[in-house]
């Protein structure tokens, strides 16, 4: 966090970067009092396609989150690794 100030595109206010979302290129240009104006706007204007495109946020990274989670290929491994791990406990301790 900086405590530079940014210019909303929308409003023209100078805000500080707290007050904006960040985005994959630094952070969105619309501060986030904005955002959340511009989200209701396209509510009300449609709100059908507001609620379809949440909806495919969260889609995205709950696929995101599957394809995060380790696949079963490295686990006898992993818990060959553990068992050397816990034979170890058992010899002096390092101060
Ligand atoms: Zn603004």
Redesign the pocket.
Known sequence: MTDQLRR??????F?PSDDYYRGPFGGFV??????IAARKAAYKRNPEYTKNLVRGYRAAAKARRLAETPDDTQAPFKSNLSEMARQRVGGPRIQ
């Open positions: 909303c595109k929308t409003c023209g206010a805000k619309r501060c986030k009092a904005c955002c």
